[in-house]
């Protein structure tokens, strides 16, 4: 049986119209999802011939308990998958409920670091480094989020 073109820890997919399918976020066909998205991206593949970042996510107490994914930018490719950075220079770790709040644009990424919602730790200043290509991510989450479900 053919694998559906979305999958992750638990498939979850419900059919929501015509060519369209709903995914849990966080799930491993969210990452899929994810994943051709940012390989699709001429945007993040152009920076990661100039640019190096690899930040692993953590978010802990979900419905499927902890989630590992990864963003992987240099050496002319940009991925994202499950588990740790295969060259991890930033781990942030949170709680499902503040990664659902900023997933939805509920509460601002800004906040939630000031808050100290989010733990940080690594080689923070590539953040900054590499702010284009969290812009350039941003595409991305937009057109995930559409089909995205957050239960």
């Known amino acids: 049986m053919p694998r559906p073109f979305f999958c992750f820890y638990v498939v ?45 996510q953590v978010v802990t107490d979900g419905p499927e308990g902890t989630v590992l994914y990864h963003l992987q930018v240099g050496n002319g490719t940009a991925s994202f998958g499950a588990g740790p950075a295969p060259l991890e220079h930033v781990r942030m770790e949170q709680s499902w409920s503040t990664a659902v709040d900023v997933a939805t644009e509920r509460v601002p990424a800004q906040e939630v670091f000031i808050k100290g919602l989010i733990t940080v730790t690594g080689e923070t200043t590539r953040l900054i480094e590499c702010a284009p290509v969290f812009s350039a991510l941003d595409a991305a989450f937009t057109h995930v989020r559409e089909l995205t479900t957050y239960d």
């Open 12 to 56: 979850c997919l419900r059919p929501v119209a015509r060519h369209t399918m709903e995914m849990r976020y966080l799930s491993l066909d969210w990452i899929d999802a994810m994943q051709a998205r940012v390989a699709a991206s001429e945007s993040l593949q152009s920076l990661a011939g100039t640019m190096s970042i690899g930040v692993t």
